[in-house]
Structure formats: structure tokens, C-alpha cells
């Protein structure tokens, strides 16, 4: 069965960086995609990244263009999210999922996901 693990979350100051990991185990996630979410208090979940199984072509929320990359290792059964560039605003807990589907595609963030992560506090405070 499936599991997926995040770890990398913690503590930071605005414009700081934290790295996020995601790992799956007891299957294989080679051919499917791969997205981070993240929900904050009173807030509901916001899709952030998505990246493809095929071509790696990647997906990102106009909230976290430009200041976070997703990216994978299929050898490691990995996925990071470099988060560079961090506001208060991000502060939330972080969940990455894996969908069945190999390409991310359009409202990735509307498709069923069958797997999850426990997820992972990231806090951005000064």
C-alpha cells in the first residue's frame, strides 16, 4: 500500500527558505503526478504545485509562481518543493498527494487524489 511521508517543514523568517520533501513508499509513484497542498487555519486547501509523471512539466498557484519549484527524483520515489521567498502568507500545513494519472493537466488541484500525506507544519514568523 502506498504511503507518503513529507518532512523538511519548520520554522522560518520571512524571506527565508525551507525545502520540503515527499516520499512514497510500499508502491511506486513513476507514473503518476505528483502536487503539494496546503491549508491554513479557518482557510480552505489551496493546490500549490503539480508535477507530471511523463515530462516533469510542472504547475504552479499564482500565489506561489516564481518563489516555489517542484520537482522529482523517479529513481528516489521523491518529490521536493523548494520554497524560497517565504511570507507569513505561506504559513500552513503542507500535504503532498499522489493522483493516478500521469499528467497534471488543467484544475489539477479539482482531480481525486488517492493518496496523502500526513502533512507538515511550515510557520513563517519573525
Known amino acids: 500500500q502506498l504511503q507518503l511521508v513529507e518532512s523538511g517543514g519548520g520554522l522560518v523568517q520571512p524571506g527565508g527558505s525551507l525545502r520540503l520533501s515527499c516520499v512514497a513508499s510500499g508502491a511506486s509513484v513513476d507514473l503518476n503526478f505528483i502536487a503539494w497542498f496546503r491549508q491554513a487555519p479557518g482557510k480552505e486547501r489551496e493546490g500549490v504545485a503539480c508535477?507530471?509523471?511523463?515530462?516533469?512539466?510542472?504547475y504552479y498557484s499564482n500565489s506561489v509562481k516564481g518563489r516555489f519549484t517542484i520537482s522529482r527524483d523517479h529513481a528516489k520515489n521523491t518529490v521536493w518543493l523548494q520554497m524560497d521567498s517565504l511570507k507569513p502568507e505561506d504559513t500552513a500545513r503542507y500535504s503532498c498527494?499522489?493522483?493516478?494519472?500521469?499528467?497534471?493537466?488543467?484544475?489539477?488541484?479539482?482531480?481525486?487524489?488517492?493518496?496523502w500525506g500526513p502533512g507538515i507544519q511550515v510557520t513563517v514568523s519573525s
Open positions: 498527494a499522489q493522483n493516478p494519472l500521469s499528467r497534471c493537466g488543467s484544475q489539477w488541484y479539482l482531480r481525486n487524489f488517492a493518496a
Open positions: 508535477i507530471s509523471a511523463t515530462d516533469n512539466s510542472t
